[in-house]
C-alpha cells in the first residue's frame, strides 16, 4: 500500500480548508437570502387569496361609475368612485347584465316576431308599464328599458337589445344618466352615433329614433347640458336617412320655461301616468310606415 509522508497529507489539508470555508461560507449567504427574500414579498403581497386583486389595489376604468337601488327599487347613479369598478372583475357594464339575462329568459318563453318597433332605454322606458298597450296599432311592441342605463350602455349591448330581433323601427331615450354621471354632451351625442352605426350595418331598413331628453324637475342643473345633447343629436339625425328626433322636452316645460311638475311621481325624475300620456301622444304619429319623416326638431331642440 502507497504511503504519502506526513508532510505532505498536511499541506494538502492546509490547501483544501480555505476551500471549505468558502463553500460554507457561499451556502450561508444563499440561506439568508432565500429568508429576506421570502419575508419582502410577504411584506409587499396582502394575505388572502382575493386581496390580490381588491378593487382597491387596481385603478379603475375612466368610464367606471357606481349604481344603486333607492328604496322604490330603482336603480340611480351615483357620481363616480375611483374605486367603484376593478377592470379585471367587473367587465364594462356588467352592471346591467342580470337585466340582458331576464330578456334573454323572457325570449326563451315566447319568442318575439321579427319586424316590430323597439323601445330601448333607461328607468323612463323600463317603467312604462302599458307601453305595448298604448301602441296597439303595431302588430309586435317591445320593451327593452333596464333601469340606470346609459347611452354607452345601449350602445355596448346594441346585439342583445336591438340587432337580434331585427325590429322595423327603434326608438331609444338615454343619455339623462350619462349627464349625471359627468359625460359631456358630446360624450352622449358620439355614443349615440355608435349605436346608430351598429343598427344600420346590421339592419339597414331599420328606422332609428331619438325621443330627446326630458326636462326632469329634479336635474334642472342639468338643463344647459340636456339642452346642447338634444340639439347636438337632433342635428345629427337631420343627416342620417330613415331617421327622427321626437321631441318631448319642450312640451314638457310650463309657460314659464320649467318642468310641469304634474307630470312627474313626487320623485320630480320618473313620469306618472299624465307624463305618458303625453309621450303617447307626441310618439304615436312616428311609428309604423304612415308615421312623419325626417322632422325638423322643434324650438327646444333648435336652441
Not at 298604448?134 to 355596448?156: H, K, M
Not at 325590429?167 to 343619455?175: E, R
Not at 355608435?194 to 339597414?204: D, I, M, T, W
Not at 339642452?227 to 312640451?251: F, M, V, W
Given at each position: ?9 498536511q ?10 470555508t ?8 444563499l ?10 414579498t ?10 390580490l ?10 368610464d ?6 333607492d ?19 367587473d ?5 346591467w347584465?342580470?337585466d ?10 315566447r ?18 308599464r ?11 311592441v ?14 355596448f ?17 338615454a ?7 359627468g ?37 334642472r ?9 338634444n340639439?347636438?343629436?337632433a ?10 328626433y ?36 307626441i ?6 310606415s ?14
Amino acid at each position: 500500500m502507497l504511503r504519502f509522508p506526513d508532510s505532505f497529507r498536511q499541506r494538502q489539508a492546509s490547501r483544501a480548508a480555505p476551500l471549505c470555508t468558502a463553500l460554507a461560507l457561499g451556502i450561508a449567504a444563499l440561506v439568508l437570502c432565500t429568508a429576506a427574500t421570502a419575508q419582502t414579498t410577504a411584506q409587499l403581497v396582502p394575505s388572502g387569496p382575493s386581496s390580490l386583486f381588491s378593487p382597491s389595489s387596481l385603478s379603475s376604468p375612466p368610464d367606471a361609475f357606481d349604481l344603486f337601488r333607492d328604496p322604490a327599487g330603482n336603480r340611480s347613479i351615483a357620481p363616480p368612485s375611483p374605486t367603484s369598478l376593478s377592470p379585471m372583475l367587473d367587465p364594462p357594464f356588467s352592471e346591467w347584465r342580470p337585466d340582458l339575462d331576464i330578456f334573454g329568459s323572457a325570449d326563451k318563453l315566447r319568442r318575439p316576431e321579427q319586424g316590430g318597433v323597439i323601445f330601448v332605454g333607461s328607468s323612463t322606458i323600463r317603467l312604462w308599464r302599458n307601453l305595448a298597450q298604448d301602441f296597439l296599432l303595431q302588430p309586435v311592441v317591445l320593451n327593452r328599458g333596464f333601469g340606470g342605463s346609459t347611452l354607452a350602455a345601449c350602445n355596448f349591448y346594441v346585439k342583445d337589445l336591438v340587432l337580434q330581433y331585427r325590429p322595423s323601427q327603434v326608438l331609444v331615450y338615454a343619455g339623462e344618466n350619462d349627464l349625471v354621471i359627468g359625460r359631456t354632451p358630446q360624450d352622449v351625442m358620439e355614443s349615440f352615433v355608435r349605436f346608430s352605426q351598429a343598427v344600420r350595418a346590421e339592419l339597414p331598413d331599420t328606422r332609428i329614433s331619438f325621443i330627446s331628453i326630458k326636462p326632469s324637475p329634479s336635474r334642472r342643473a342639468l338643463t344647459p347640458v340636456i339642452q346642447q345633447a338634444n340639439r347636438l343629436i337632433a342635428g345629427y339625425l337631420e343627416k342620417l336617412p330613415n331617421s327622427e328626433y321626437i321631441d318631448t322636452h319642450y312640451p314638457m316645460l310650463g309657460a314659464n320655461g320649467r318642468p310641469r311638475a304634474e307630470l312627474f311621481l313626487p320623485d320630480m325624475l320618473h313620469m306618472n301616468e299624465a307624463g305618458y300620456a303625453l309621450w303617447r301622444s307626441i310618439i304615436a304619429p312616428h311609428l309604423g310606415s304612415g308615421g312623419p319623416r325626417d322632422l325638423a326638431p322643434s324650438p327646444a331642440a333648435a336652441r
